[in-house]
């Protein structure tokens, strides 16, 4: 079956622009993940869903980050009047179980969305 | 504080030769530990994890890994590199439902 897709794959924006990156997890999956990877860096954790129900957004770095997964299914993660710091690429993970025990949820990722804003 | 350290930014290896990639973790609890590789234009692919049981785990691709607590470690090793591992490495501690990465160790492969 297909993995996690993430739409667009390379978004270019100027400096105060919005953006929309998208993640259409694996059918069926419960729980989407968002991080972020700067460059030289591992993925960092942003926000977590259950079903359509945001569970953590301890890790957005601001108020110009939201995230929404309205039916319990696709993601979109939304960056508002963005900055050059912002720049990155950003990733999607889902599972199959509803979080709680990981030893149950092994989280898929997508091939992200390289974000550059000039 | 949960960390994951990848004291090896770069390595590289001639093909053939054998392969250790260091991580250590720091986690207040029992770790889900985790190695995933990224390749160029792809997503991150889990090699190998480690919940509980055996400390020596077996994973994709002829990797394995070994859980160490008392040193808080948990090395991948593959006995013979080919070149297809180029790629980058990464380490990773899982609690309840969020991964905590290191920076990630890029592997070269010399033919």
């Known amino acids: 079956g297909a993995g996690v897709s993430q739409s667009p794959r390379y978004k270019v924006t100027k400096r105060g622009q919005d953006v929309a990156l998208r993640c259409d997890p694996i059918s069926g999956h419960v729980s989407l993940y968002w991080y972020r990877q700067a460059l030289g860096q591992g993925p960092e954790f942003l926000t977590y869903?259950?079903?359509?129900?945001?569970?953590?957004k301890s890790g957005l770095p601001n108020d110009r980050f939201s995230a929404e997964r309205p039916e319990g299914s696709i993601s979109t993660l939304t960056i508002q009047r963005t900055e050059q710091r912002d720049s990155a690429m950003y990733r999607c993970?889902?599972?199959?179980?509803?979080?709680?025990?990981?030893?149950?949820?092994?989280?898929?990722f997508g091939p992200g969305t390289r974000l550059t804003v000039l | 504080a949960q960390s994951v350290t990848q004291p090896d930014i770069h390595i590289t290896v001639s093909e053939g030769a054998s392969l250790e990639l260091r991580c250590n973790y720091s986690y207040g609890a029992t770790p889900y530990l985790f190695w995933y590789v990224q390749s160029p234009g792809q997503g991150l692919q889990l090699l190998l994890k480690?919940?509980?049981?055996?400390?020596l785990v077996q994973g994709i691709k002829g990797f394995e890994a070994e859980f160490k607590r008392s040193q808080s470690s948990f090395n991948l090793r593959k006995p013979s590199v080919h070149w297809s591992d180029a790629a980058e490495y990464f380490c990773?501690?899982?609690?309840?439902?969020?991964?905590?990465f290191g920076t990630g160790t890029r592997l070269k492969v010399l033919a």
């Open positions: 990773a501690v899982g609690g309840t439902y969020k991964y905590i």
């Open positions: 480690y919940f509980s049981g055996d400390t």
């Open positions: 869903f259950n079903y359509e129900a945001q569970q953590d």
């Open positions: 993970a889902s599972t199959p179980g509803g979080g709680g025990d990981l030893s149950y949820n092994e989280q898929f």
